[in-house]
C-alpha cells in the first residue's frame, strides 16, 4: 500500500453531468467517482445537491485545477477554505491537483501551463505543497500535466522534478499515464524513463484518458477512446504500485458518450492490468 494508507478505490470514472440522471436513477455498479473540485464550490442548489447524492452512495475523490501550486501569486486562503469544506461536506477520500501554474497577478488563464524545471522553482513550490497540506490537514495528491512547451533554463528532467517535489513536501502523487505520453510524444523522451523516476509508494491515484494526435503535436483532450499504448502505460505503472494496487479514474471530458459506455471504457484496464502483471511474473 501507498505511504498514505489511502485505499485502492477500484476502477472508477470522472463525475459528468450529462450522466447525472442515469447515476441517480440507475445506480450503476461502478467502484468510485472523481469530482471536479471547482464545479461545486463557490455554488449553492442542484450541484451541491447531486454531489451529496452521489457521495452518500460512492466513494468520492476530489481533483482541482486552480490551486495554481507554481504560481508566485500568494496562494489563494479563500480558495483553500472552500476546497475543505466540500471536501469534510462530501466525505472525499483525497484531494488532488497539478504540478502547475495558473494564473498571475490574480488572473486565471484556466490552463494547466509549465513549470520550468530549476532548483528555484522546486525550493518554491515544495514551501507551497507544505503550506496547502498544512492547511487541509491531508497529503494534496499532485498530477504530472500534459505539457506543449519547454522552458530554456530547465536543469532537471520533468520526472526528477516530480519526484524530488514529492519527497521534500511528503506529498502524494496521482499519475497521469496519458499525460506521461503526451509528453513524451511532444518532448522526444521514452516514457519508460518517466515510469522509472516516479516514487511508487507515493502514487495514490492513476489517470488515463484519450487525446488527440495532430501528427506533430498531441493535445490532451480527454477525447476518448483511450488508444492501446496509453492502455500499457497503465497496466505497468499499475503494477509498479504493489500488490494492493492503486486506484484507476478514467477521465472523458468531451464528446463523452452514454455512461455505460464510459464505465465500460474504464474497465478495459482490468485487462491490460493482467497483462502487465503477466509480463511481470514471466520475467
Not at 490551486?67 to 500568494?74: A, E, Y
Not at 486565471?108 to 513550490?125: G, I, Q, Y
Not at 463523452?256 to 520475467?283: C, D, M, Y
Request: glycine share 6%.
Amino acid at each position: 500500500m501507498n505511504r498514505f494508507s489511502l485505499p485502492n478505490l477500484g476502477i472508477g470514472v470522472g463525475l459528468r453531468t450529462v450522466h447525472y440522471a442515469h447515476i441517480l436513477e440507475a445506480k450503476p455498479d461502478v467502484d468510485w467517482f472523481e469530482i471536479l473540485s471547482e464545479n461545486y464550490m463557490e455554488t449553492k442548489g442542484r450541484p451541491l445537491d447531486f454531489v451529496d447524492a452521489v457521495a452518500g452512495r460512492y466513494p468520492v475523490a476530489m481533483h482541482g485545477v486552480s490551486l495554481s501550486i507554481g504560481s508566485t501569486d500568494p496562494l489563494d486562503r479563500d480558495y483553500l477554505r472552500d476546497l475543505r469544506a466540500l471536501r469534510d461536506r462530501i466525505g472525499a477520500r483525497w484531494v488532488s491537483d497539478h504540478l502547475c501554474w495558473t494564473g498571475a497577478a490574480g488572473k486565471n488563464t484556466h490552463d494547466l501551463l509549465p513549470m520550468p524545471f530549476t532548483k528555484e522553482a522546486l525550493n518554491h513550490v515544495v514551501d507551497r505543497v507544505r503550506a496547502v497540506q498544512d492547511f487541509l490537514g491531508a497529503p494534496l495528491a499532485l498530477e504530472n500535466p500534459s505539457s506543449y512547451l519547454e522552458f530554456e533554463q530547465s536543469t532537471m528532467t520533468e520526472w526528477d522534478f516530480l519526484a524530488e517535489v514529492a519527497e521534500r513536501a511528503d506529498c502524494a502523487l496521482l499519475l497521469d499515464v496519458n499525460n506521461v505520453y503526451v509528453s513524451s510524444y511532444n518532448h522526444g523522451f521514452d516514457p519508460a524513463n518517466y515510469l522509472a523516476a516516479v516514487p511508487f509508494d507515493r502514487v495514490v491515484q492513476l489517470h488515463v484518458s484519450g487525446h488527440t494526435s495532430y501528427e506533430t503535436h498531441i493535445v490532451d483532450t480527454h477525447i476518448g477512446p483511450v488508444i492501446d499504448p496509453v492502455w500499457e502505460l497503465l497496466g505497468e505503472a499499475y503494477v509498479r504500485s504493489g500488490s494492493d494496487g492503486v486506484s484507476v479514474l478514467l477521465e472523458w471530458d468531451a464528446e463523452i458518450p452514454t455512461f455505460e459506455e464510459t464505465h465500460a471504457e474504464a474497465l478495459r484496464a482490468r485487462s491490460f492490468i493482467e497483462q502487465a502483471r503477466g509480463k511481470k511474473a514471466v520475467a
